[in-house]
């Protein structure tokens, strides 16, 4: 009787934040845009326009330039606050502003003449499309990533849920479980995998190199056409992942997946005269995880850490005299 026993582990690393975390990498960030208009329609040159985290109160400040536009470039997804102000107007406040990785999103604001001590507030509304890039792409929210069942938890098969995408033979068949993507046609390892910016691409046959606990992953990202030079490696798709990371809120997740060998059913072993024989070899399973973060320090500091772990146990019966005369026969083949 032989146990065989898996147990491998996932963690994700502390990631440590400051203020200053509102700057992303090329491939990991998104951008916003907009124009400051008065009631009559004309722009509104040098607005004071503040950029505010929702969840870490991280501030960027900038100004509208002679046609009224503003622009923040490299910004960490998530929700923001945006406050614009400028004399003889009201200040307008847009709240919730969703910035997913890989978008640019544009946010227009007419502001309204009063004080500029009173303040207008607009709940924010995402666009039914974006006018900013042209790039064939999909991305898959955190509401999406924590609800939708992935076989293996591999946060690599969000993939699938893309047109044209679908699952490509490795050239290494020790890495068979890993998620090799093939979009429109192409092989697998034409596809460039970055996480929070950094390349993650595994060049010998595609797909991830590191894997990653999916309770640490906030958004997934994949373009399949026509995205940006930025991303570069690649002529068949550009995937941009971003983990999680804390906030000034503490919050975590736990899950667990439980199979125990005394819930499984009887097997029947042939006897070989046409009868069989119960059997029972233990099988048991175990995947379990979660995720905690939070403040070190209130709006200068954060951390987030999340694990996951998988144990498998498993006895398979193998008969030694069966094993003896196979081992004879081979000899006496080869012999002959």
């Given amino acids: 009787m032989f146990k065989v026993s898996?147990?491998?582990?996932?963690?994700?690393?502390?990631?440590?934040?400051?203020a200053a975390a509102l700057f992303a990498q090329v491939t990991a960030d998104a951008n916003l845009t907009g124009v400051v208009k008065d009631p009559s329609g004309a722009v509104v040159p040098n607005?004071?326009?503040?950029?505010?985290?929702?969840?870490?109160?991280?501030?960027?400040?900038t100004h509208s330039n002679d046609n009224g536009v503003y622009r923040f470039d490299l910004v960490s997804p998530g929700t923001y606050n945006v406050t614009i102000?400028?004399?003889?107007?009201?200040?307008?406040?847009?709240?919730?502003?969703?910035?997913?990785?890989g978008q640019t999103v544009s946010n227009d604001v007419t502001l309204q003449v009063g004080q500029q001590s009173e303040t207008v507030?607009?709940?924010?509304?995402?666009?039914?499309?974006?006018?900013?890039?042209?790039?064939?792409?999909?991305t898959i929210t955190p509401r999406e990533v924590d609800n939708l069942p992935l076989v293996g938890r591999d946060f690599a098969n969000l993939a699938y849920l893309v047109p044209g995408v679908k699952i490509a033979d490795s050239y290494d068949p020790t890495k068979n479980r890993y998620a090799i993507l093939s979009v429109n046609g192409e092989n697998g390892r034409n596809v460039n995998v970055t996480v929070n910016g950094v390349d993650n691409k595994d060049n010998t046959v595609g797909g991830p190199v590191m894997q990653f606990p999916l309770e640490a992953i906030q958004e997934f990202?994949?373009?399949t056409q026509r995205f940006s030079a930025v991303n570069g490696r690649s002529e068949g798709a550009a995937i941009n992942v971003i983990t999680k990371s804390g906030?000034?809120?503490?919050?975590?997740?736990?899950?667990?997946y439980f199979r125990n060998d005394a819930l499984d059913t009887d097997e029947q072993t042939p006897n070989g005269d046409g009868t069989s024989t119960p059997a029972h070899p233990a099988y048991s399973r175990q995947w379990f995880g979660g995720s905690v973060g939070g403040p070190l320090k209130k709006d200068?500091?954060?951390?987030?850490?999340?694990?996951?772990?998988?144990?498998?146990?498993?006895?398979?019966?193998?008969d030694p005299k069966s094993y003896s005369e196979l081992v004879l026969a081979k000899s006496a083949g080869l012999a002959a």
Avoid: Y
Avoid at 47 to 55: D, N, R
Avoid at 85 to 97: D, I, M, N, Q
Avoid at 300 to 318: G, T, W
């Fill in 47 to 61: 607005a004071t326009v503040k950029l505010e985290s929702a969840q870490t109160a991280a501030v960027r400040e």
């Fill in 247 to 256: 906030t000034n809120n503490f919050h975590g997740s736990l899950f667990g």
């Fill in 121 to 138: 507030t607009v709940e924010s509304v995402a666009p039914l499309m974006n006018i900013e890039k042209t790039d064939v792409s999909t």
């Fill in 6 to 18: 898996s147990k491998p582990i996932q963690a994700t690393c502390l990631f440590f934040l400051t």
């Fill in 221 to 223: 990202h994949i373009s």
């Fill in 300 to 318: 200068k500091l954060f951390a987030f850490f999340a694990i996951e772990r998988e144990r498998e146990n498993q006895d398979l019966v193998e």
């Fill in 85 to 101: 102000s400028a004399p003889g107007f009201r200040t307008a406040l847009s709240k919730g502003v969703v910035l997913a990785v």
